[in-house]
């Protein structure tokens, strides 16, 4: 006696037997486990302190518990004009600088700080904008030439450029 059964019905019945026999049923089949049972023990120790130093390839950043510092530390990593900002800077309103003046200060971090090359003044301004928000430009007229400033920030006085001490001393 034949029993003819419809492609579709066929392929439905084979997909659900092997979805069935992929997980083994232990009422129903009596045999060996595949895999050991797990420990799951380990679970209920708690859980260590995570240590205090974190390594980054070559460089290591400490910082023993304070957060704000270890935030800050690795902010420095990714913009070094955030560390020249708050290193030699300050900022806050009613304060301005001269654009070729501070981009001289930062020349003189990069050197101090063995970096190859301090950049040009459109990516030191482009990178010192998105460090200090709310930093403004303007560009007012002294000895009829056009001078810009940065409007916002001020480098600290023991570290104004050489440039500009020695034109101070003129």
């Not at 419809?6 to 092997?18: D, H, Q």
């Not at 895999?35 to 974190?54: G, K, Q």
């Not at 981009?103 to 700080?113: I, K, L, R």
């Amino acid at each position: 006696m034949t029993h003819r059964m419809p492609r579709r019905e066929f392929l439905g019945a084979i997909s659900t037997l092997a979805a069935a026999s992929a997980f083994p049923c232990e009422t129903l089949f009596a045999r060996e486990r595949l895999y050991p049972p797990v420990d799951l023990s380990h679970f209920d120790t708690p859980i260590t302190p995570a240590p205090s130093e974190i390594h980054f390839g070559y460089a290591a950043i400490t910082w023993g518990g304070n957060d704000r510092e270890a935030i800050e530390d690795i902010e420095t990593l990714g913009s070094p004009v955030k560390a020249f900002v708050r290193e030699r800077c300050i900022v806050g309103p009613g304060r301005r600088f001269l654009v070729d003046n501070l981009f001289e200060g930062w020349s003189e971090w990069c050197t101090a700080e063995n970096r190859k090359d301090a950049g040009t003044k459109e990516w030191f301004g482009r990178n010192l904008h998105s460090a200090v928000p709310g930093l403004g430009m303007s560009k007012p007229r002294a000895d009829g030439k056009q001078v810009r400033y940065y409007e916002g920030i001020e480098m600290r006085p023991e570290y104004m450029p050489t440039m500009m001490i020695e034109e101070k001393k003129k």
